[in-house]
């Protein structure tokens, strides 16, 4: 089962439930490409970007973006930054009104700019005084100076932009809605198994929190390099994948691990896709669940993705839940436990050129081969015995001359009244 990094400790029991003890199998490549990773993260590096100052057009979403510990950095730079710099222009003022010049007891005091300012250190203290609104009460501004006055009004307005921003940034950090998706948990393989006679592609999702995800969805899309029929080869096309769900609004209630799955029939980008070719298709597919927080009201989504090794042919997952003492129960150490089950390896659409290749050939479940599952000389269901009448030679003694026949078209033999 996938844990996803950051909440979770690697020694966490979750980590470390039981899955399939059948190894993935090899792909022919060394390490395959993928455009998302097990944890959701967008494996895509951009490189070469020359105008590197649109990130700066939208500070607030670069800072938000950025990783934890160069947030902090640039946290404490900037109340730091303010500080030195509201200090320096506090000790200019100081200089320049001749408060730091030593004064004759005997002569008249002269009022200064700010009270209790004779170095920079003081002038220091005061800059973080007014900038935090601490107030000691040993230093203040005075009415000597206007200029004064002025550059404590811009250092208050000035660190409240600053108490803003920061403080923003570190809030969405904290709440952004990729948290919850942390304990959205999916199979760390998916299946292909036969469902209602087809084959059709499966993989579990779960929640781990009590608290609701209000008007869950989910989205499956194929990603797979594609060739046009003039020749253009397409790196990445998009495919939506059409999941299957009774439910009118999309939607699914996530109170328990659920079952997500996706019929492989006429239209889907899976119809060729056959147990020999899997190994080497160059595809993956993309699942996207997005949902409201019930808490927060935050909208969130959760991302994975399978590739061709971690798709299992002639599989199913197991059952994880069990009713005791009238209450349903989830046994998440079989949430990633698969079984094996009888599968043609054939492709759906191979399956069905195979049953309509002849007429009259009865329709065979997914899970058996095109010569599987019939018995000579018995009829197929729905197709009863039925009588046809032989025309006698000179009588109408014909009473004698029915025989019990198995014809594709017959006549019916009706008994004539009064017989």
Known sequence: MLARKGLL?????????????????????????????????????????????????DVFTTMVDLKWHYSLLIFTSAFLCSWMLFAMIWWLLAFAHGDLQPRDPDSDPMVPCVTAI????????????????????????????PLA?????????????????????????????????????????????PRNGRPT???????????MIISATVQLQVIRRTVTAEGEVVPVCQLDIQVENPLRSNGIFLVSPLIISHTMERGSPLYELSAHSLPT?????????????????????????YTPEEILWGRRFVSVMTEEDGRYCVNYSKFGNTVPVR??????????????????????????????????????????????LRPPAMDFGGLSNLQVTQPPVGMNFKQPRGV
């Open 9 to 57: 400790p690697d020694g966490f029991l979750l980590t470390r439930l039981a899955e399939d003890q059948t190894p993935n199998r090899r792909s022919f490549h060394s390490q395959r490409a993928r455009f998302i990773t097990k944890n959701g993260s967008c494996n895509v590096a951009h490189k070469n970007i020359r105008e590197q100052g649109r990130f700066l057009q």
């Open 281 to 305: 298709e160059d595809l993956e597919i993309i699942v996207i669940l997005e949902g409201v927080v019930e808490t927060t009201g935050i909208t969130m989504q959760a991302r994975t993705s």
């Open 343 to 388: 599968m043609s390896s054939l492709s759906a659409k191979e399956l069905d050129l195979s049953r309509g290749g002849g007429a009259g050939r009865r329709a065979q479940p997914a899970g058996l081969g095109p010569g599987e599952g019939r018995q000579g000389g018995v009829p197929p269901r729905g197709q009863g015995l039925r009588l046809r």
């Open 118 to 145: 004779h170095s920079f250190t003081s002038a220091f203290l005061f800059s973080i005084e007014v900038q935090v609104t601490i107030g000691f009460g040993g230093r203040m501004v005075t009415e000597e100076c």
């Open 149 to 193: 006055i002025t550059v404590l009004i811009v250092q208050n307005i000035l660190g409240l932009i600053i108490n803003a921003v920061m403080l923003g940034c570190v809030f969405m950090k904290t709440a952004q809605a990729n948290r919850r998706a942390e304990t959205l948990i999916f199979s760390r393989n998916a299946v292909i198994a």
């Open 201 to 211: 592609f499966m993989f579990r999702v779960g929640d781990l929190r009590k608290s």
